[in-house]
Each structure stands twice: as structure tokens, then as C-alpha cells.
């Protein structure tokens, strides 16, 4: 018989879908675990007080990232929490606001069109001259960027003490209204993130996102 050379040996499969599913399951997982253990650390209330006034003035992201895992953490700290963010989004509400009525020929525009607001700008004044209450109110409550609002009620002018006021009111609202749910369902919200942590980030995303958008489309 003739000879017949070796056949080359098949090139290895490539991984499958399911592989890849779970790799990037376990990164979300890991990634989740490290969030968890974060949120328990001493330093933890500074950072999400920081965020909360960060996002009220120029941050993109909302401190809700860093509140839902330590209400889950500790979820008998909820309260304290949420005043935290209610104390340090309201703080960085003012820096918006002086941001709006001191700088904003440079930083205020900045801002402002960065996140494609600016040529809503003239719109918001006959709304802010009737309904300034009332819009402040809503998009606090709201995913709509709340340092839209901020900023914009510096430079029209609103007034200081009401501005503050609801200010306090909205952000409060919302906070306390997402402690409340953490604290008294955080223990299936806590499974629930277990096994979908990359849907609740990515739900994030979406909503950040969606914020900007109804922002500087709709409202």
C-alpha cells in the first residue's frame, strides 16, 4: 500500500457562546463582590457624599451606583445613607447654581453644552418665569441630569432660599424613597443582583442615558 502522510491535526475549536457567557458572568460577579466589599468600608459614606454633589454640579454618573449596594450592605444604615445624599446632592446643587449665576460665560457653558443643553437654554426661561417650581421639583426626582437644573437656576436668577428648599424636598424624595425600598427589600433585591449584576449596570446605563436624552429632547 502507499504510504499516506499524517493527517495535520484540526485546528482547536473556538469557545463557545456558553463559555463566553460564563466568563463574562464571573467578571460581573467579581466585579460585584468588589462593589459589595467597597460599600462596606469606613470610607464608603465620604465617597457617596462626594458623588451625590458631584453629580448635582458636573458628574455624569448618579450616586444611586454606589447607594444601592451599601443599603444592601447595611441595609439598618439606609436612612443614614440616603441623608448623606440628600445633604451632599443638595451641597452640590449650590456649587451648580453659583456655577450658573457666577461662571457661566466659561464654566456654566461649558457644561451646559457639553451635555447638550445649550440650545434649550432660552426655552427654559418662560418655563422657569411660570413653572420653576415645579420643574425643579420633577427633574430632581427624576433621571433627568439634575445639574441641568442646578446650573440653569443660577443663571436665570431663581430664587436662592426657594431653589434650596425644593431642592431638599425632590432629592430627598428620592433618595429616601429608594432607601425605603432597599430597606425593606434588600434581601430579594440582593439575590436578585446576585445573579444579574451586568443587567442592573447595564439598566444604569440605559436610564443615565435616557436622562440626557428626554433632557435635551423632551423637557
Known amino acids: 500500500m502507499p504510504w499516506a502522510a499524517p493527517r ?30 467597597l460599600a462596606k468600608s469606613r470610607h464608603a459614606p465620604t465617597a457617596l457624599g462626594v ?15 454606589i447607594l444601592v449596594p451599601m443599603s444592601i450592605a447595611q441595609p439598618q444604615k439606609a436612612w443614614r445613607y440616603a441623608l448623606i445624599c440628600t445633604i451632599g446632592s443638595v ?8 456655577i450658573g449665576a457666577l ?3 466659561t464654566l456654566g457653558q461649558w457644561l451646559i453644552n457639553a451635555y447638550g443643553y445649550g440650545p434649550r437654554v432660552g426655552e427654559m426661561r418662560e418655563l422657569y418665569a ?25 443663571l436665570l436668577g431663581y430664587s436662592l432660599p426657594l431653589f434650596v428648599l425644593l431642592s431638599f424636598i425632590t432629592r430627598g424624595g428620592r433618595f ?16 436578585a443582583l446576585d445573579r444579574y449584576f451586568a443587567w442592573f449596570l447595564l439598566i444604569l446605563v440605559v436610564i443615565v442615558i435616557l436622562g440626557f436624552w428626554i433632557a435635551t429632547h423632551l423637557v
Open 130 to 154: 411660570k413653572w420653576g417650581w415645579a420643574v425643579i421639583l420633577v427633574k430632581g426626582f427624576t433621571p433627568i441630569p439634575f445639574k441641568l437644573v442646578t446650573i440653569t437656576s443660577g
Open 91 to 98: 451641597f452640590g446643587a449650590l456649587i451648580g447654581y453659583a
Open 103 to 105: 461662571l457661566f460665560e
Open 51 to 65: 458623588i451625590a454633589c458631584a453629580e448635582s454640579s458636573f458628574f455624569p454618573v448618579p450616586p444611586d451606583v
Open 176 to 191: 429616601f424613597a429608594l432607601a425605603l425600598l432597599l430597606k425593606y427589600y434588600g434581601e430579594p433585591i440582593k439575590e
Open 8 to 37: 495535520a491535526p484540526l485546528p482547536a475549536a473556538p469557545a463557545s457562546r456558553a463559555g463566553a457567557s460564563e466568563l463574562a458572568e464571573t467578571m460581573f460577579q467579581k466585579l460585584y463582590r468588589w462593589t459589595l466589599s
